[in-house]
């Protein structure tokens, strides 16, 4: 698995300090008061200079941490990995409050919320050219006036920068509607979970009554603002014969959607906790998933299947089954190693116990 907390020897800051990691001793740009440059390395050990003090980051040999941008806490000697510059999977947890309890929530929700976003614009800033930016929680948009504001701020110095946010989608309202087509919409994809076809599934598995009505009238707003969008599934066992009406129910209200994403369940958090009763496993029972794509491929909706290994798909249903794992918490099993699929394959998450996981996972 990839660190994303290096141990460390930190300056004697007394602010948090968002820096960026260079390997060479590089001219000065316009972020050069947020750069530290390596120096030396011995074993794990690479010190750098960052502003004439010392810092020094332990990490495998083999991590490449040159561009990475780190936050640095006051008396704590970590140097946590905003943005890992080599990778495609960067997101900023903006919150752990949340006003659902989702059953398979891989993040639960806590009540304490530390305000990050200012260290987050700074990171945002020092990302690679072109990136693409994660905005994930908890609920971000408990917080939308500071993500508008986050979101015009960095698109103003950043406007290569994507972003991809998380977002239950109920907590925007007319007064907010003026802020949101001012958004860059062009950069920006929403990822919002829609479970069921109908209030009374969805409701029950994100815990919360009226989210259901609150989501429609969220994606009405979103539509009027010019936002995109990806609508998010995860299947269960509570929701996976819904899913062919739920294609229809999204072709029919829902057709200016980007994409829609159905999604295998991730073993950590509630979804480790309720695995048991709710991972369906799709290896084994296909035809409502299958059902589902191809009534969305007939009514022009963009269906693809995430986090879903490739031996668990019928390969008519392969093409539909991106990557989507995050680099940083995927692994494969054994017989992946002599797999010809591996090199397009997902894989499985880091968390995934294969004795209570896919059934026919590793036979293509
Ligand atoms: S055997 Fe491994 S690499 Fe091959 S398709 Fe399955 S999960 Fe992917």
Redesign the pocket.
Known sequence: MIPMRLKAEIPPIVEPAVVRLRDSAAPPNEWADNQAYLIGREGSLRDYDFQGFSLRIDAPDNERLDGDVVLLLPQQNIAHRLIRAGSNHNTFLVTERCDQLCAMCSQPPKRHHVDLFPLFEQAAKLAPRGATVGLSGGEPTLYKQQLFRFLRVVHEERPDLRFHILSNGQHFNNADLETMRSLPHDQILWGIPLYAPDAVVHDEIVGKAGAFDALMAGFTLLLKAGAAIELRTVVMTTNAQDLPELAHFIATNLPYCSTWAIMQLEPIGYGRKNWDRLFFDSSVSFTPISRAINIAAARGIDASLYNF????VPSAYRSFAPSTISDWKRK??S??DE????RI????FEWYDSNKGFMR??A?
């Open positions: 290994p490739l031996c668990t494969y099993l017989f992946c797999c010809s699929l591996r394959c997902g894989g499985f996972a590793g293509i």
